[in-house]
């Protein structure tokens, strides 16, 4: 790692110097698919930007138009110094680093998001700056950003803040930068993505609560909890050897859910459906899980993977399930029970969102604290007997402006039938939540969002709500003297495997034709054979 320009006496900014994103990682993440299925998926009308800072005290931090095949009059250059849309200018000089996340980013060849609207370059030692003061017994920190809306919804940071020697700062170092981005992200609607460093601790800004923290998707990166409370960060991960690659990977996704959800893809409800909260929570619940991910009722996330490995197709297509507004709103004393209340009502859409509010009530001189329940109630079955189904839920909302807590909303899955509860996700610090079900019986359940009226902000919470209930059929039929074999395009991440013996230990096979998307449909054409062949869809 390299030593950036000191922003005080205490910190500086790490970058991570990081290899192209290739084709097959761009496959890997659903950009490639979601480009087959949907058009014109480029981050068009999305104006983004890109703080980067110089590195071993040089101040170079522009991106050069021609190395992403962009054209000069996509850029703005900001520092201190002023601003330009020139290129070379006199405010600094090419970063490779810059040019390299910018690829990623928005770059013509390789990038998540080829066709955003305009794009900030700022100097990143300019674009926050964080200073200490000491007092008697303490030290203060403080943190500012822009004090005004620079107008990016997206931007990307890949570096990180560290002490002069490279430690890791300090709790109060970090709830300064923390708060900073916090309430610049909660006053002017701007989700900031930023990379959890690559290795120990996860560092800032990507621990603030209402950014997405970024790390690798080989486990190689910062982990959480982090230092103040224990919260989990990262909240998601991506290909690359380090986080420099990673992150702008999911700003390019983000970008490019916004620009669809503002088309209309998501239904008419476009400001919703483009909220920094919505679109976070899609990018964390299209995520698709490495075979050792694992949390807990108070653990939402991996504190090594967060939600899994980024998968934008996944996430537009929940996006393109629809606004769905929860079955019923409902009331109960303060820690009190509350299971189905039996409504008939049930939401059509296996795949969707709802972008919504939830109220609590304190307890007064003639009334008791009353907790918020939003249920929402799917029947989650199909055709095939016996098959199970994966379920999967996200939770998100913002720790409010000035503030220093967070409102305590907690997710809950029950079984209508016999009003057992399936899975919660009951953190006290976090404010996303998450459930994952990977066999999930049919039958019909209650989704519920709960806001707990104990140690509460406000009264009232705004929340962003992602899910998905899927089974996933693998269809095999004769096709003149071949064999057919087709699943469905979403969700995506799975791979056709066979086998000739069913005994164990069962050797699976990999090596099939890679599938030919026709019609919403994978489909793999095998020879026929006069030997047992057995199939299976997986999902490594």
Known sequence: MNCLSKLTTTLVLVFFSVAALHSQNLDMIGVTLL???ATNVDGSGIRVAQPEAGYDQVTNWEVNPGAVSQPLALFTYISANGSTTNFPNS??????????????????SSGVATNVTHVDNYDANDFVQVSEFDMPLSTNYTASLPATNINDPVVNQSFIFENDDYSHVSVGEQQAIDSAYDNYAAQYSTLFISGAGNGGVVNPPATCYNGIGVGVSDGSSSFGPTIDN??????????????????????????????????GDGGSDTNSSADIRTVKALLLNGAIKPADWTNSNSSPLDVRYGAGVLNIFNSYEQLAGGKQGYIISASVTSGGAHPPTGNPGTIAAMSGWDFNSISSTSA????SATDGVNHYYFNVTNNLSGQNFTATATLVWNRQQNQTDINNLDLFLYNCANSNLVACSTSLVDNVEHLWLPQ??????????????????????????AWEFFSMPLNIAPSGANVALAWPVYPTGFIVESTTNLSPPINWNTNLPPPVVT?????????????????????P
Request: some cysteine.
């Open 35 to 37: 480009r087959a299925v």
């Open 91 to 108: 405010l600094s000089s090419e970063s490779g680093h810059a040019d390299s996340v910018a690829g990623d980013f928005y770059g013509m």
């Open 230 to 263: 224990g919260r989990c960060k990262p909240d998601i991960i991506a290909p690359g050897g380090e986080t420099s690659f990673s992150t702008p990977c999911v700003s390019g996704a983000a970008a490019v859910l916004m620009q669809t959800g503002l088309r």
């Open 364 to 367: 007064g001189i003639l009334s």
């Open 440 to 465: 999930l019986p049919q039958g019909r359940y209650d989704l519920q969002v709960l806001k707990n009226s104990g140690n509460s902000v406000s009264d009232t919470e705004t929340y962003a709500l």
């Open 519 to 539: 019609n919403s449909q994978n489909c793999i054409l095998l020879s026929a054979t006069n030997s047992a062949q057995f199939f299976r869809l997986h999902r």
